[in-house]
């Protein structure tokens, strides 16, 4: 029997851009320090971040 996993099952919560307020500060840290790369598999990092969203507006359905 194959168990198929939901959003709901997965996480508690999920906030949208509108559920969030990011407000400008001042940081120590430096541009050069941040690290946004991403792991997407075990044998698999992207050092850039171009992995898409999974909305049907910035990605067709054949994801």
């Given at each position: 029997m194959e168990r198929k996993l939901t959003s709901q099952g997965l996480?508690?919560?999920a906030l949208t851009?509108?559920?969030v307020l990011l407000i400008?500060?001042?940081s120590?840290?430096?541009p050069r320090d941040?690290?946004?790369s991403t792991q997407l598999t075990t044998?698999?990092?992207l050092?850039?971040?171009i992995?898409?969203?999974a909305m049907d507006t910035v990605t067709e359905h054949a994801l």
């Open positions: 996480f508690e919560e851009f509108d559920d400008p500060s001042y120590k840290v430096l941040v690290n946004i044998d698999l990092r050092n850039v971040p992995v898409s969203a």
